[in-house]
């Protein structure tokens, strides 16, 4: 039996909760975690990343089959269920946590990543400038236990069904060839 060769993506988009939720839907998508990444301790507890003074973005780091899904595919994903377009702010929540990042963990990556923003700009995509960073990836930290997996584990709470609901909802609207069939 082959084993299935991973590669890595660290994402930051906002709340670690949203784009672990949609990250989570995708066929060729092995696991996602939920952490922080890009700031200057180590170790870093969620109760000091919320602060905005570790310098830390909430990110995920998604283990992902390229053979099932590439690397471009997750990045046009990333776009259209985030506003690259803010600077540390995505809706409500608003700092540097939530900074809108591609931490990149080869050159290739960080190619591919310069080439896809560069294809939305020139297709005027959004109506604003793309303000994600593309930075090479840093230690990434795990969040606590209760920040994993929560939009599966807490659908009925009020910030996931007016949050997250609707990325969810753009999500199938827009990639349904990508889904999980389980999802």
Avoid at 85 to 113: C, P, W
Avoid at 151 to 173: A, G, M, S, V
Wanted: with cysteine.
């Amino acid at each position: 039996m082959n084993k299935i060769s991973l590669e890595k993506a660290t994402l930051a988009g906002g709340c670690f909760w949203c784009t672990e939720a949609v990250f989570q839907r995708l066929e060729g998508v092995e696991k996602v975690t939920s952490g922080f990444t890009g700031g200057s301790i180590k170790n870093p507890a969620y109760r000091e990343i919320i602060t905005g003074r570790t310098g830390h973005a909430e990110a995920i780091e998604i283990e992902f089959d390229p053979a099932k899904l590439k690397y471009e595919e997750l990045l046009l994903v990333f776009f259209a269920t985030h506003d690259p377009t803010t600077l540390n702010r995505q809706q409500n929540d608003v700092g540097t946590q939530y900074r809108s990042g591609i931490f990149y963990h080869s050159e290739d990556q960080k190619k591919i990543a310069e080439q896809v923003i560069k294809l939305l700009e020139e297709q005027n995509t959004f109506q604003d400038p793309i303000v994600t960073e593309i930075t090479e990836a840093t230690p990434f930290y795990i969040a606590e236990k209760e920040h994993q997996d929560f939009y599966n584990q807490h659908r009925q709470q009020p910030y996931c069904q007016y949050i997250i609901d609707p990325k969810i909802t753009k999500l199938k609207q827009l990639f349904s060839d990508k889904l999980k069939h389980t999802n």
